[in-house]
């Protein structure tokens, strides 16, 4: 009985936590737990204090004294050492950090119930990189960014700009020369070239600025003085005054200033005043500077500086032609020759493509450079057949090579390597084709392929054609649309009854004027033309193929004729009358002349083009 009222003997909250506290074990036990020693004292215990989460673990040996026997000597001990003592916070982590690890990708694809389970991401797909096939070599030689090199077919030029350079060696360096020419005729580029090899020779100062940089003529001669001198020699002032006195300076002086101004006409457009000033500071004789100007225009000093001519003071006048076909074929050539060594064949364009550039771009504009963008679009088309040949014999290839049948099995993860070896794909394959191609072997551009690329650079359709029209012209060609249209819906309205032989869609030039005049002054939309003006304007047109003569009896179009034969059958152009009889038709479909009417009076020929004052 006294046993069991010992047992039931209450105790404070605070005990029964100090004396569990060495019992109580966590659900996880680490790694690191001590080894059971079988020399230890089994009446000793040691409680290790990780407080703070220091990896430094203290040690606390538990004895009698640590805890004392009777409740009292406890409860004295506790009331003393209360701000020492530290609980024991436990250093496992209550929760699991899911993203504390690395999700690992598992190798293969998981089986489950017999079929392979499909990947529910989707695969970044890899940005294919350009293979660089051996035309690189061939298009680089064609690009604007190219090194022109010597210029070829330009002696003339070369020599009378070389001559007139020459004067910076003298003592009187002055003067002034105008370079003009259409675009593409190598100007720019020969200046250049002939002034660099002065500078070298030479100490001439040189300053070269693109006038379509310029923002004002205040912007022009701050750019000039920062090129030929140093700013910060020179006062703060007006630089207009400052580049006078440095060009032409009132002492004896023995620099020379080269200054070379592109695109002069642009300057036009923002102060004529300061283009004079340039131009008269090269002509006088104290002057400095040797001016030498580019521009397209080949009559811009006599349009726009007339002022310069009545003071006598005419600059000198360097014309650039354009390329003749010669031309142009000796410098495609020469720049495909520089690719293989002397002898050998001509690589990536065929000779008679290149007549054929040459002749084409020569009797358009005899632009260079674009003979030059022709030839890279052509290299550029045939790179593009030579890979898709390519492509397809090695799907051909792998077709052939592929069994019929296959066995059925897991397929290793796409993400990761296999231990086999990657697959040749198409694109690793194609690679290595089109590296077996060389200068030597690289199918070249043909006639067919040059063919294609001029037809599209130099095409002149209807559409273009019809852009190049004025008013009065489009007014004429939709009131003969608005004309015919009206006609044919007059033919379906009887069509039961037999057609006349003589009667046809097709209105006579008196008529299309007739129907001209009332279209343009319904509400007073245009002031028509006069029956002379008319006739030439259809004239125009049909020169342009937008407007064809029609046979009066069928309705077909005319064949066209020799001036005799027009004379044998009495001379339709002969006489205001038999051209006021004759019928036209009209060779361009409404729907493309709805489309190229815009701007400027866009909506009176749309009430023409109606034809609602016909009704």
């Known amino acids: 009985m006294p046993a069991i009222a010992l047992g039931k003997r209450s105790r404070r909250a605070v005990d029964i936590e100090i004396a569990e506290t060495p019992s109580k074990r966590t659900r996880r036990q680490t790694r690191s737990s001590h080894l059971n020693d079988e020399n230890a004292d089994p009446q000793a215990a040691t409680i290790e204090d990780n407080a703070g989460g220091s990896d430094t673990l203290i040690t606390h040996e538990i004895t009698e004294d640590f805890f004392p026997s009777t409740p009292s000597k406890r409860a004295r001990q506790l009331n003393d050492g209360k701000k020492d003592f ?263 364009i065929h000779p008679a493509a290149i007549e054929l550039c040459s002749r084409k771009v020569s009797s358009q504009t005899g632009d260079l450079r674009k003979a030059f963008e022709i030839c890279r679009r052509a290299i550029d088309l045939v790179e593009m057949e030579t890979k898709q040949k390519h492509e397809a014999e090695i799907k051909e290839k792998i077709l052939l090579s592929t069994p019929s049948r296959r066995p059925l099995g897991e397929r290793a993860n796409l993400s990761s390597p296999s231990r086999e070896g990657p697959e040749k794909d198409v694109s690793s394959m194609l690679a290595l084709s089109l590296k077996t191609l060389t200068i030597e072997n690289a199918p070249r551009v043909s006639i067919a392929h040059l063919s294609k690329i001029t037809a599209a650079a130099f095409s002149n359709g209807t559409n273009q054609r019809l852009k190049t029209l004025n008013l009065q012209q489009k007014a004429a060609l939709c009131s003969l649309t608005a004309l015919e249209r009206r006609a044919k819906a007059s033919q379906d309205l009887f069509a039961s009854k037999s057609p006349s032989k003589t009667r046809t869609a097709a209105p006579t030039v008196k008529l299309l004027y007739e129907t001209y005049s009332l279209l343009c002054t319904r509400d007073s939309v245009l002031h028509p033309l006069s029956g002379s003006e008319f006739r030439e304007v259809i004239g125009s047109l049909e020169t342009l193929s937008l407007v064809s003569e029609v046979d009066g009896k069928t309705g077909s179009l005319a064949m066209l004729q020799t001036p005799s034969k027009r004379a044998k059958r009495g001379g339709l152009a002969v006489g205001v009358g038999l051209v006021d009889e004759r019928r036209v038709a009209s060779c361009v479909g409404e729907r493309e002349l709805g489309q190229a009417i815009e701007g400027l009076g866009a909506d009176i020929l749309k009430s023409i083009l109606s034809g609602e004052a016909l009704d």
Request: proline letters at 7%.
């Open 86 to 348: 530290k609980l024991v916070t436990p250093s496992t982590p209550r929760f699991r950090d899911a993203l504390s690890r690395v999700p690992v990708t598992p190798r293969h694809r998981v089986m489950s119930s017999g079929r392979v389970s499909k990947r529910q991401t989707p695969q970044t797909p890899f940005t294919p990189a350009a293979i660089q096939t051996v035309y690189h070599h061939a298009r680089q030689l064609f690009s604007r960014s190219a090194d022109p090199g010597q210029l070829i077919g330009r002696d003339d030029e070369r020599r009378h700009l070389t001559e007139y350079l020459q004067r910076c060696k003298s003592s009187t360096p002055s003067g002034c020369i105008y370079v003009s020419g259409p675009p593409g005729t190598g100007k720019s580029a020969m200046v250049n070239e002939v002034s660099e090899a002065l500078a070298q020779s030479t100490s001439i100062k040189k300053a070269y600025v693109n006038c379509m940089s310029i923002k004002s003529s205040r912007d022009l001669y701050e750019t000039l003085l920062e090129q030929v001198s140093d700013p910060s020699d020179f006062p703060e002032g007006d630089a207009a005054t400052i580049l006078q006195k440095l060009l032409m300076p009132r002492k004896k002086s023995t620099s020379v200033y080269l200054v070379i101004l592109d695109e002069i006409d642009h300057i036009l457009t923002l102060d004529l005043e300061s283009l004079y000033k340039v131009f008269e500071w090269s002509m006088q004789k104290t002057s400095r500077l040797m001016l030498v100007g580019i521009a397209n225009a080949l009559d811009l000093t006599d349009r726009f500086l007339p002022r310069l001519k009545s003071r006598n003071l005419k600059p000198e006048l360097l014309p650039f032609l354009p390329y003749s076909a010669t031309q142009i074929k000796a410098i495609i050539t020469s720049r495909l020759k520089s690719l293989v060594t002397e002898g050998s064949q001509l690589p990536f």
